[in-house]
C-alpha cells in the first residue's frame, strides 16, 4: 500500500465510510472530505483509524496536540478496559500522566484498530471526580474505607438480605469491562453462592 494512501483506504475498506478521498490533481493533490467540507460536517464518525495509519502526521488526535514530542513520550503497553475483547493498547505518558492512546501495529487482537472508546475515552483516568478507594456510606454521608471493611461490610449485607429474604431478593450486575473468565466468576458466584438467577450486566457501554 503506498504510504500517501493509507488513510483514504482504512476509512474505505475498514471502517466502510468512504469519507476522505483525493482531489484536486497534480502537484495540488490533497486528501479532504466530499466537496472539501469540515470533517465534523462531513459523514466521518471519529474512529481515529486514519489517524492510526497516518505516516507523515498530516493527521493526529486533537487531544494530543501541543502535549509533547514523540521523543518525550513513554509508551505503556496495556489492554483496552472498555470490553472483553482484549484489544492492545498503548498509552502515550508524559510526566506521569496520560495524554493519549495509540493503538499498536502488533497488537494480538486488533493490530492498529481500536474503537472510538478504547481510543479516545481515556479522560476518566486523571477525572478530579475518579473513585481510587471504597465508599462506605455511614450517617454523616460516604467516607473512604479499605478494601478489608468494604467487602466485609458486602458480606455481611449480602448474608443478612440472604437469611431474611432469600435468594430472589438479590440481583447481580457484571461489567462489559471485565475479561470473559472475570464474568464467568461474576456468574459462578450468583448462581453457586448466592443461589440467584437474577444476573444482568452492562454490555451497552
Not at 18 to 26: E, F, K
Not at 173 to 185: F, G
Amino acid at each position: 500500500m503506498h504510504p500517501l494512501g493509507r488513510c483514504v483506504r482504512v476509512c474505505a475498506e475498514i471502517q466502510g465510510r468512504s469519507v476522505i478521498d483525493y482531489a484536486y490533481r497534480g502537484f495540488a493533490t490533497r486528501v479532504i472530505p466530499a466537496f472539501d467540507l469540515p470533517l465534523q460536517e462531513s459523514g466521518c464518525v471519529s474512529c481515529g483509524s486514519c489517524v492510526a495509519v497516518c505516516p507523515v502526521g498530516a493527521l493526529m488526535p486533537r487531544e494530543m496536540k501541543g502535549r509533547g514530542r514523540t521523543w518525550e513520550l513513554k509508551k505503556v503497553r496495556t489492554v483496552c478496559p472498555y470490553c472483553g475483547t482484549g484489544c492492545t493498547i498503548e498509552l502515550n505518558v508524559k510526566d506521569g500522566r496520560v495524554v493519549g492512546v495509540t493503538s499498536a501495529p502488533d497488537g494480538e487482537v486488533n493490530g492498529r484498530h481500536l474503537c472510538v472508546k478504547g481510543r479516545f475515552g481515556y479522560g476518566f483516568i486523571h477525572h478530579p471526580e475518579r473513585l481510587t478507594r471504597p465508599l462506605i456510606k455511614k450517617d454523616e454521608g460516604f467516607l473512604e474505607a479499605d478494601w478489608e471493611e468494604a467487602v466485609a461490610l458486602v458480606a455481611k449485607r449480602l448474608g443478612r438480605i440472604l437469611e431474611e429474604s432469600g435468594p430472589e431478593a438479590v440481583g447481580v450486575l457484571a461489567s462489559a469491562r471485565c475479561t470473559n473468565e472475570e464474568n464467568y466468576l461474576i456468574n459462578k458466584f450468583a448462581r453457586a453462592v448466592l443461589g440467584t438467577n437474577n444476573l444482568d450486566h452492562c454490555a451497552r457501554l
